[in-house]
């Protein structure tokens, strides 16, 4: 499975960015895909997944502010961010999991701005 993301870029408090994650190769064996986030100097954080059974969890800090979504095919997931702060700022990696198996993409760069 490859994972291509993209969709960062540079936003001002309260705007929104939506990310795509686009998965390639042996797309039918994922069960679970999602979206990690890394700041700078900080640990990477899972924020937020969303399963087979369409199934979606999130980390405290972006519940009611983004949203995951998936294809029916599971070729594509999305990662709607709304109400953006100044602390959603990090390097954002898509990942899918087949398995026990864990595929990551290239992470994308969303900043916000104060």
């Known amino acids: 499975v490859q994972l291509q993301a993209s969709g960062g870029g540079l936003v001002q408090t309260g705007g929104s960015l939506r990310l795509s994650c686009v998965a390639s190769?042996?797309?039918?064996?994922?069960?679970?895909m999602g979206w990690y986030r890394q700041a700078p100097g900080g640990l990477r954080e899972l924020i937020a997944s969303?399963?087979?059974?369409?199934?979606?969890s999130y980390t405290d800090s972006v519940k009611g502010r983004f949203s995951i979504s998936r294809e029916k095919d599971k070729s594509k997931a999305y990662l709607q961010m709304n109400s953006l702060k100044p602390e959603d700022t990090a390097v954002y990696y898509c990942?899918?999991?087949?398995?026990?198996?864990?595929?990551w993409g290239q992470g994308t760069q969303v900043t916000v701005s104060s």
């Open positions: 190769g042996s797309i039918l064996s994922i069960n679970v």
């Open positions: 969303i399963d087979s059974g369409d199934r979606t």
């Open positions: 990942y899918a999991r087949a398995g026990t198996l864990t595929y």
